[in-house]
């Protein structure tokens, strides 16, 4: 459950359209083929439909969104409520997303839900935004999965408990959550940045909203916020993925039919931010490890008719690597990275640009870099070519979006949100239509000093206002609207392991381990993944460093291509490539469509086999990796996680062997010492096609894959023979190790041990079992008593992983909380530990965990991007989907003696050690 939040990121154009509107006028509906009005169930309505997805509209006023695409063998159901932080009142700060929470807790009919979804294997989340508050759950679409979720659903939009009882353990936990975004400092920045941009508005305001106010909310006031606002009059379901649509209506209409319409009416919104007087500026000072600058300016409405311009102009600002903001700050060393954030909405929102500096930097020339980039960026023409490449990025992304019907179910809620669905589809249109001049235009009305909030993040007037003109209604924006033709969906199939085993073609091309699986995709798409395994101990022990800068480099300059060519072409071809590894293997991942795939393929061999490795991408990629070390100097999570880390060494391991845990410092050091010259001769002398496996998935034709291998791997040697590393099993003494990190309102607890166990042990199974009951999910017992029962931290769980090649495995656990609570966390871990030991499983946690963990297996396996990736696992491994039909029988078999047995076996609190890491003993 997530309260929208900022985070640093490359900015993608989709991103854009965050926000709302709770009362918009309905545009006139599109026409629809007669023969899709017949046989409709009783008080329903077809309104529209545009590119596939068809809208109805029940008596009760609930709009229902089907995108059916049975190429899927999952769904993904998707409630969207017209009410977010923008309706709250005083006191009432965090009030949508604090019953965001409580509406998971169940309905006197439902029991927990959180518990139900858990055990039913669904991928699922709530999460609240300014304008629309909106929960989804993504299932395979077998047994009664479907007609339950929207049985669910239908139940608690008007039967949720909202109880006092629920409220004050939910309520710590939100507060956790607030306390988790406390150590963030540049969310504490955003805050503060977004509090003064806005006098009046409640844009002003977080989502997670104001700590006295979530607190102190009586649980009346909550309640009538839940009456008020969770109606069917005010809601719109969304249903994508693998169904039948007639009969997925009539279980809507079943369901949803005989929610009563609300006698009240909803009050308006009738607060207008006005124009801003001049700058502002905001200074955060708090411990941390790195500067931020953060510039907000003032925009319109998603709807209004700037908006397809100030899309453009924001990605030719922040683009990587051809944006100004990027060219003027980043590789010239001013500043370690630049994002944008900005927020547009139902209302006028903000225009944000963020850069990140190093601790120490000077932050004088960024900031009047970064202003400067910004608020003169009219005076420097805007090309077509700068236009273009947005486009085609733009283009690519939307039909990217729509391959995905998971996806499109639940960005619609921020289309909703801002006024109408069909504005997705309106804004693509748009875009295809701007300008140089519109982009200059824009760039010289918004990107104005009197227009501008400035945030810095230390650790340690004359007025020019813009006025916003009024943007048109949705339905003004959209008459007549019909859209484009629905792309063309693929074929369902089985994700068992032995169907898909009976699918795949298994070959030895050109030196490599290959598996394929062709089958039929929406809009064509193709997975494809290649791994390389290369080096052995020895080189591993003497370049890793260095070898640690190869894969992010790869794609920074090739020969002939520069990386901007290289991001262009791939934009251009509908390709994203991924290239990750270190100093004894790495992975390749491309996802493109099947006419693209051998261009997509010749480029994977010009990235992997002619690299230029520039060296300004080595300074700023090792700038940036230094950056991030120092980020986590004051970070409970990163101090907790190296010092565990260091306890599980080898004892008398020395600095420069492998099973060595440097510390920060060392760290630093060994990363500042890196050369170029050590990056290149790595490449030249440990580099190649060792061993290779190659994984394919979507729709290709296996001899387009058979024909590009050779040219892709032939030749292509390492130049030393392979040999994996295998570090050591250790088993340290159990100890607790407190440490303190300055001012950090949330704290951290891990806790591990390991034990010699491989996957294909007949134990693994039971194991397997005993953890998912025990620590793994939203119905497990770690979650269960720290978050549901005693309400002590947003995030706990737990674990075991197990090597598939070696006789090592390890135990975990984890949990975020307030510090005032250490001792509580500490005692709740113990005290599970010891009931799952000595009082085992019931038979049915038992029964739940096995469903659980079969269908989170196939919901897994329904993702192509997944799919390969695993194929490519199988290769190196020397398995097939044979292992896995087979694990998954011996998993059926598992009773609560076998995993109690195993449970006592591998988990020995006494050899527990121990992390926690926070601000302690205020």
Do not use: C
Request: aromatic share 8%; proline share 6%.
């Amino acid at each position: 459950m997530t309260a929208h939040s900022p985070r640093k990121a490359l900015i993608l154009t989709l991103a854009l359209l965050t926000g709302g509107v709770a009362a918009a006028q309905t545009a006139p509906a599109a026409p629809v083929p007669a023969a899709a009005r017949t046989a409709l169930p009783a008080g329903v309505t077809l309104v529209t439909e545009v590119e596939g997805i068809r809208e109805y509209r029940l008596r009760n006023g609930l709009r229902v969104l089907l995108f059916p695409d049975t190429s899927r063998t999952t769904f993904t159901l998707n409630v969207t409520y017209l009410v977010g932080s923008r309706h709250e009142g005083y006191g009432e700060t965090g009030m949508a997303h604090l019953l965001e929470h409580m509406v998971f807790k169940g309905t006197p009919t439902s029991g927990n839900i959180l518990e139900s979804l858990g055990k039913r294997g669904a991928d699922f989340n709530g999460t609240t935004s300014q304008d629309r508050t909106n929960y989804f759950e993504t299932m395979t679409n077998s047994g009664d999965n479907l007609a339950w979720a929207i049985r669910m659903e239908a139940d608690r939009m008007v039967n949720s408990k909202i109880s006092a009882e629920d409220l004050k353990t939910e309520m710590t936990v939100v507060r956790n959550e607030f306390e988790a975004g406390e150590n963030n400092p540049f969310g504490l920045l955003y805050k503060q940045v977004q509090s003064v941009a806005f006098d009046w508005h409640n844009y002003g305001n977080t989502a997670i909203g104001n700590r006295s106010d979530v607190e102190n909310v009586p649980v009346s006031r909550l309640k009538a916020f839940y009456q008020r606002y969770y109606q069917p009059d005010n809601a719109v379901v969304t249903l994508a993925g693998n169904f039948d649509a007639a009969q997925a209506l009539g279980m809507i209409a079943d369901a949803f039919g005989p929610i009563r319409r609300p006698w009240r009416t909803l009050p308006p919104l009738y607060t207008v931010e006005p124009a801003q007087d001049g700058e502002r500026s905001v200074t955060v000072r708090r411990v941390g490890d790195q500067q931020f600058l953060l510039a907000a300016y003032h925009m319109p409405s998603v709807r209004h008719p700037d908006m397809p311009a100030l899309m453009v102009l924001d990605q030719i600002l922040a683009d990587e690597p051809a944006g100004r903001l990027y060219k003027a700050l980043v590789p010239t060393g001013q500043a370690t990275a630049i994002a944008s954030l900005t927020n547009s909405a139902s209302d006028p929102g903000l225009m944000m640009y963020a850069a990140v500096l190093g601790k120490d930097d000077n932050a004088a020339p960024a900031q009047a870099t970064l202003l400067a980039t910004l608020e003169n960026a009219s005076k420097t023409a805007f090309t077509e070519e700068d236009v273009a490449r947005v486009r085609t990025r733009v283009v690519s992304s939307y039909e990217q979006l729509l391959a995905k019907p998971e996806t499109v179910g639940v960005t619609l809620s921020e289309y909703i949100a801002a006024g109408d669905w069909r504005l997705l589809f309106k804004l693509r249109d748009e875009l295809a239509k701007v300008t140089p001049a519109d982009v200059q235009r824009v760039a010289a009305t918004y990107l104005k000093p009197s227009n501008r909030t400035l945030g810095v993040f230390v650790p340690t007037a004359q007025p020019d206002r813009v006025a916003i003109t009024p943007a048109p209604s949705a339905a003004e924006l959209l008459r007549g609207y019909q859209g484009r033709a629905a792309i063309a969906s693929g074929e369902t199939i089985d994700p068992s392991p032995t169907a898909l085993e009976a699918r795949i073609l298994r070959e030895k091309v050109a030196g490599a381990d290959v598996a394929l699986l062709p089958k039929k995709t929406r809009g064509e798409r193709v997975e494809f993944v290649l791994s390389l395994d290369f080096g052995n101990p020895d080189t591993a022990r003497t370049g890793r460093d260095a070898a640690d800068f190869i894969a992010p480099l790869l794609t920074r300059g090739s020969q002939g291509l520069t990386r901007q060519q290289l991001s262009d072409r791939l934009e251009a071809i509908k390709t994203q490539l991924s290239v990750s590894g270190g100093a004894t293997g790495a992975t390749v991942r491309v996802s493109t469509d099947r006419q693209n795939l051998p261009e997509a393929l010749a480029l994977v061999r010009k990235v992997l086999r002619e690299p230029t490795f520039p060296e300004a991408e080595f300074a700023e990629i090792k700038k940036s990796a230094l950056d991030s070390l120092e980020g986590g100097r004051n970070e409970p999570e990163a101090v907790a996680g190296q010092a565990l880390s260091r306890v599980f060494m080898p004892e008398g391991a020395k600095r420069g062997d492998l099973a060595y845990v440097p510390t920060l410092d060392e760290s630093i050091a060994d990363t500042r010492a890196v050369t170029l010259a050590q990056v290149r001769d790595y490449y030249a002398k440990v580099w190649g096609a060792g061993r290779a496996q190659v994984a394919v998935v979507g729709d290709f034709d296996p001899q387009t894959i058979r024909a590009a291998l050779p040219e892709l791997l032939g030749g292509f040697a390492s130049g030393v023979p392979y040999q994996r590393v295998i570090l050591p099993l250790t088993t340290p003494k159990a100890q607790d190790l407190v440490l303190n990190v300055p001012d950090k309102a949330n704290a951290v607890y891990l806790a591990s041990l390991n034990f010699p166990l491989r996957d294909d042990h007949p134990d693994y199974p039971a194991l397997a079992v005993a953890m998912r009951v025990f620590g793994s999910g939203t119905d497990s017992r770690l979650f269960n008593r720290l978050r549901q029962q005693d309400g002590l931290s947003y995030g706990a769980g737990g674990g075991v992983n197990v090597s598939s090649q070696d006789e090592k495995g390890s135990f975990s656990t984890y949990a975020i909380f307030n510090p005032g609570v250490t001792d509580r966390v500490a005692t709740a871990m113990r005290e599970e530990l010891v009931r799952a030991r000595d009082r085992g499983f019931t038979a049915q946690e038992i029964e739940a965990a096995k469903s659980a963990l079969l269908q989170e297996a196939r919901v897994a396996r329904s993702d192509d991007a997944n799919l390969a990736s695993g194929l490519a696992s199988q290769l190196y491994l020397g398995r097939t989907y044979a292992f896995r039909a087979g694990f998954e029988e011996r998993l059926k078999t598992v009773t609560p003696e076998m995993a109690q047995a195993a449970f006592r076996k591998y988990v020995d609190p006494a050899n527990l050690v121990v992390v926690r890491a926070g601000t302690f003993g205020k």
